[in-house]
């Protein structure tokens, strides 16, 4: 039996497939952002190899690249009590982001849905909130917290986190809000509804997913803070940027516990640029590039 | 009237949230306000003063000199970011494998916490053993021994480059989002007329891009200018005030020198500039690109 005279050149030559010349550029440029990407990384991952690098191995001259790993950072962390801070850090950022997502959304919702007097200005004042330096909100937050017992508490720290969170969360949810269209809120109005049961059956269901954006990015913001917990928190709440920093001590400094303690805090910090990607770019841009 | 609107309906839903900002924004404000024109002595609320503090504030060099000091920072920092950033950028734009993995993985040096980037380029650049003092500092003969935070000629330049590792990927994906909502059509007619890409570069995607690069460069350059944790790790500001950004001066004059009626000044005096800066940035991106 003759062969097919039209069979593909691709067909002929079995699992090897013809590479095109646009393809072969975009390995290339592949290559290029994959060294790029390693070569913006490759600190963390070499401050990452001092959790097992025996102290010997640290700071040898010339660097020695590899060495024999060893355990015991892990346990100064443990027994120097991080993992209470890293508690201490986790319940402050979840409780701050619970209260941001609870007063923050329906304000985020009216600033996107109505016409409001003076918007613009009450807008700017979110915004400026959010924008302005922590040293000008820690002076006076400092004095008046030492003046009424609020140094060193979790309400007097849930209470500083708000100032950044709250304004960041209204500003962006509100660039989300204006995303949904309004006819359904206005048909479901029109059935005899009440707005509020509107809001939290129409409006809430469809912003769920911009809800878990902005509020896992308060969560990080409220988890890296280090002016705020420096300044008015203490011992007993003390959170893992305040705390690392403490490695430095008198007697040199602990590089090994500080890679573990900083390895940990990028935990979460690994899981929210996975989910969250290009609301990312949103949320650090104020709502004003959509990603 | 439409049906979902309502004279006090919205403003039921601010209420609360309002009400949380006028106790965490507005009240330290004013009461920073109200510092600044008393005496303070060791944390204690004394006479009215005046202008006192502002003048004391406007006479001492270290505040000029902390001003000098952001300009310098911003000056190294921004160009550098911006350029890579926007170089980056154009290459995620290109057609690449592996984007979803890539991308997320650039976000973590702007992602992570300052304090622990201060602390990572603490090690990288740790006097004589730091990876790269050992193999780049030493070896080309900048320095010999020590960190390069320790050096006036050097630690602001370092700084501004950890700003720049940590930043210019931001500037990257943000650029890279304005890329993709780019229209199409302007490039196909532009094919079709024969134009060379640097032409289609310069001719289309920069006079498109410019709106957008106006508002990241202005955030950037608000966030440049409040920039503490990794300073504070870094440098604390030293040696002597070659690295004292505002922030640090502020730190510094408030809680180890506990001068609290001009650290109060200076808050309100900085809190006015970004004022100014935040409202000029919200009229400039509800403008150029229809955001809020």
Known sequence: MNQPAMSSPAATQGPIKRISRQERVSVVWTLVLVAIAFIVLFPVLWVGSFMFRPDSAMFARPTEWLFEPTLVHFRYVIENGFIGYLGTSFALASISTFLVVLLGTPAAYAFARFKLRFRDDLFLFVLATRMAPPICMVIPFYMIFSSIGLIDTYFGLTLAYLTFNLSFYIWVMSSFCRDLPVALEEVAILEGHSRFAVFLRVVLPLLRSAIVATGMLCFIFAWNEFMFAFMLGGQQVKTLPVAVPELITTQGVRWGPMAIVGTLSLVPVMIAVFLLQKHIVRGLTMGAVKG | ?292
């Open chain 2, 1 to 292: 009237m439409k049906p979902l609107e309502n004279r006090w309906y919205p403003y039921a839903l601010l209420a609360p949230a309002f009400l949380v900002l006028v106790v965490v924004s507005l009240v330290p404000f004013l009461f920073a306000m109200f510092l600044s024109f008393h005496q303070i002595n060791f944390g204690r609320i004394g006479d009215f003063a005046g202008w006192a503090n502002y003048s004391k504030l406007m006479q001492d060099e270290r505040t000029w000199n902390s001003l000098w000091v952001a300009a310098k920072f911003i000056l190294i920092a921004f160009p550098l970011q911006f350029i890579l950033g926007l170089g980056g950028a154009l290459l995620l734009n290109k057609r690449v494998w592996g984007r979803s993995v890539i991308l997320p993985l650039l976000f973590i040096p702007t992602m992570m916490a300052p304090i622990v980037v201060g602390l990572l380029w603490k090690v990288m650049f740790a006097g004589s053993w730091g990876l790269l003092s050992y193999n780049i500092v030493e070896r080309f003969g900048f320095l010999q021994g020590s960190s390069v935070f320790s050096s006036p000629d050097y630690a602001l330049i370092a700084l501004a480059l950890v700003d720049v590792w940590q930043w210019t990927p931001f500037m990257m994906l943000a650029f890279f989002a304005g890329l993709q909502a780019l229209p199409v059509s302007p490039y196909r007619a532009a094919a079709v007329d024969g134009a060379t890409p640097l032409q289609m570069f310069i001719r289309l995607t920069l006079p498109l891009m410019a709106p957008l690069m106006v508002v990241i460069g202005m955030l950037r350059f608000i966030d440049a200018f409040k920039v503490f944790d990794t300073i504070y790790t870094l440098t604390a500001g030293g040696p002597g005030t070659s690295t004292e950004v505002p922030s640090l001066l502020a730190y510094r004059m408030s809680f180890e020198q506990w001068r609290i009626g001009e650290s109060a000044a200076f808050a309100v005096l900085v809190w006015i500039g970004f004022f100014i800066l935040c409202s000029l940035f919200y009229h400039v991106a509800k403008k150029k690109l229809n955001a809020f």
